[in-house]
């Protein structure tokens, strides 16, 4: 079998150079850089990680805790995650919480450094002073976490898209909007972790564009059967002989689901879209493959790989400097529009 002293010979160069190549370190020349590549390969060489991992007293793993896998965002989610932290010779365990408190708390309490050596948690339901009490100085980043002093590194979405998303309806034409998915203002919790931070922008981005205000709103779950029914709701006739869907010209959904949910509720209805109404969606979570809905989406699309690159930056950073203190960190993610067939 191969060793690193043989990869450095056949290429040249002494055993920390080739070493550092092999782990992708910066202050190897490209030129160098794929001299010991190409003899690595050469060779047939593998690098022993767990042997690597364990001299450090690491397990070379990441966990990313997640509420659902099945679901698309969070599905898209965890597999940037996985292909930022396989760039840095990290393996990631993914948990699922299923939506659930109790869960989530007893999955963070076995949380290690004999599990994983740190953790990337997406939309807590658990208040972040008692994740702290619970994860102590465990490397940890948090994902749309929204709190003016955070207790931990957070990556959070970008704050434009609501505005972005708005001023390209507006800019097409649209004149009167309205809101769908989760709960209106007067009913919203304070949730940080949750989504009603996500609402309360979203609500106060329309306003801003002049194309509605917070009593533009239908309320429904996050899912396209629960979307469905609220486009059905929306086309019933009222006893005035008008119906609420004739109020508006373009529906904003707070994610994509709830967006293809509205657009085949309406399509029981006898609604077309775009050609009677338009529908725009929030996630993008078919944005980034070839599109298969009739009429295809709109969307503001999350760039699910910057997202996971600044996590793994920051959680990293950590892993390698245990000792050092610093104040929380906050970055933003990105995003982008996506002009669909539906608005």
Known sequence: MATLKDVAALAGVSMSTAGAAIRGEDIVKPVTRDKVLAAAKQLGYSPNLSARFLKKGRTGSIAALIPSITHPYYANLVAAISKAAGKRHLRTLIMQTGYNMDT???????????VCDGLILNASNVDDRHLKAMLGNHPTVLLNYQVDDPLFDNVLPPLSRGAASFGYLAGRGYRHACIVGGHPLDKLTDDPGGRSPAIRYTVAAMKDSGLGDEHDFVE???ETTSAIAAAHRLCETDADGTRMVDRYDVFYCMNDLIA???????????????????????????????????????????????????????LVDQIEHPDVQREPRVERGRSCLVIGESA
């Not at 989530?104 to 004999?114: C, F, L, P, W, Y």
């Not at 979570?285 to 910057?306: N, R």
């Open 104 to 114: 989530e708390t007893d999955i963070v309490k076995q949380i290690n450094s004999a």
């Open 260 to 314: 293809y949910g509205l657009i085949r509720g309406f399509h029981d209805e006898g609604v077309r879209v775009p050609q009677d109404k338009a529908v725009f969606g929030n996630d993008g979570i078919y944005a980034y493959g070839e599109q298969f809905t009739v009429p295809t989406l709109s969307t503001m699309a999350l760039d699910y790989d910057d997202t996971a690159e600044k996590a793994l930056d920051m």
């Open 220 to 222: 429904c779950n996050w």
